[in-house]
């Protein structure tokens, strides 16, 4: 099972949470703010805080602080494994149905 | 919140487990039985059962029972969601990234 351990746990785990792809969402247009982040989704400072160390140990966000303020960025290599994993299985699938047709096509 | 409420929670949660992608991995070379699953990725068949429910949930999976026997079949239709999801979200940043070039390259 080693091979099925690979980061995408984390990746998707924090996927699956509608407050944190907003959160996402809202920083794939530029940097912004924890309060900013708090405004928008109306989520309180400490719930932000949390599900922006869940983004960032999922390698999905980077987070810097300046004084008492926390800007967050979204690094979009981060999705690059979960992207590439879908597309994989989606290819082998197609190549199964694409020989499978060509069977069918056989004189 | 109501537009962040879509099918996505599911599609990421059932991700977000190893197993789970162990038995899409599987499917997505051809269908599959659930003892077939059950033998190759070691995991009993009530839980393979629970699994492949959870898969179905989300759209990722259909089975068909025939007398004792279940077989699955991907359906990768299911990932195409999550796929635009990651897409535009990466598609925003670069655009961003892009202006902000084209903003420092002013004389």
Known sequence: MAKY????DAVA???????????????????ATSSE????????LPTIAKHAAALADAGLITSRKSGRVVTHRIRTV????L???????????????DSLE??????
């Open 83 to 97: 992207q590439t994993w879908i597309a994989t299985r989606k290819l082998f699938w197609d190549t199964q149905l």
């Open 5 to 8: 351990s690979d980061g995408l």
């Open 78 to 81: 981060g999705f690059d494994d």
């Open 37 to 44: 982040l708090s405004e928008l989704t109306g989520i309180g």
């Open 13 to 31: 785990s924090a996927l699956a949470q509608p407050s944190r792809r907003q959160i996402l969402s809202r920083l794939s247009t530029g940097e």
């Open 102 to 107: 060509r069977h069918l096509e056989k004189p």
